[in-house]
Antibody, heavy 126, light 109 residues
């Protein structure tokens, strides 16, 4: 059974740092790209970061670029989100999500997030 | 940047009725890259439809997706009590790599 379990959330002061973890199990982790998606209280979903299976392609939303860093440890089957210089507007539930696509014939099609973790809450407040 | 606009913001219907949710893109989106998710209160999103019209594993056939170009539709043919939730569309693009619509809340009348 595919499982994604986030951890590391909590209360943090503005300007502080926090590292979120996402533990993957139940599937061959290495080939899969992963994403971080967040949801501010009462708001919609916001994609914030992507990392491919080999960590050779990493992308960020403009809202977090330069402050957040995504990495992964394929041996341990973890994805991480290092959050630096956090702001009040970073308060949200942070989800990791598995990225799948059909890439058999060259370009990738039918890209989607097929499994999500339950999320971890980050609250930025003084 | 492609912006996805979902309408209506809230849809009030009764069980057994048909629901039609819209997702409009500011520029043309390949159908292959248009996805729908369902999110129930307090839960993580769940994949419903990908490739604009392909139901994900385990999704009941009362859910269907259609559309192309800039206009996409999620239809729920006969609402069940468990279908009342928030629905998001998502697209894959260049910058940002992914974006979501703001969501449609489907509430019970």
């Amino acid at each position: 059974e595919v499982q994604l379990v986030e951890s590391g959330g909590g209360l943090i002061q503005p300007g502080g740092s926090l590292r979120l973890s996402c533990a993957a199990s139940g599937f061959n982790f290495n080939p899969y790209s992963m994403n971080w998606v967040r949801q501010a209280p009462g708001k919609g979903l916001e994609w914030i970061s992507y990392i491919d299976g080999s960590s050779s392609a990493i992308y960020y939303a403009d809202s977090v670029k330069g402050r957040f860093t995504t990495s992964r440890d394929n041996a341990r089957k973890f994805v991480y989100l290092q959050m630096n210089n956090v702001r009040a507007e970073d308060t949200a539930i942070y989800y990791c999500a598995r990225d799948v696509a059909d890439c058999a014939s060259g370009p990738c099609y039918e890209i989607r997030f097929d499994f999500w973790g339950q999320g971890t809450l980050v609250t930025v407040s003084s | 940047e492609i912006v996805l606009t979902q309408s209506p913001g809230t849809l009030s219907l009764s069980p057994g009725e048909r629901a039609t949710l819209s997702c409009r893109a500011s520029q043309s989106v390949s159908s292959s890259y248009l996805v729908w998710y369902q999110q129930k209160l307090g839960q993580a999103p769940r994949l419903l439809i990908y490739g604009a019209s392909i139901r994900a594993t385990g999704v009941p056939d009362r859910f269907s997706g259609s559309g192309s170009g800039t206009d996409f539709i999620l239809t729920i043919s006969r609402l069940e009590p468990e279908d009342f939730a928030v629905y998001y569309c998502q697209q894959y693009g260049s910058s940002p790599r992914y974006s979501f619509g703001q969501g449609t809340k489907l509430e019970m009348k």
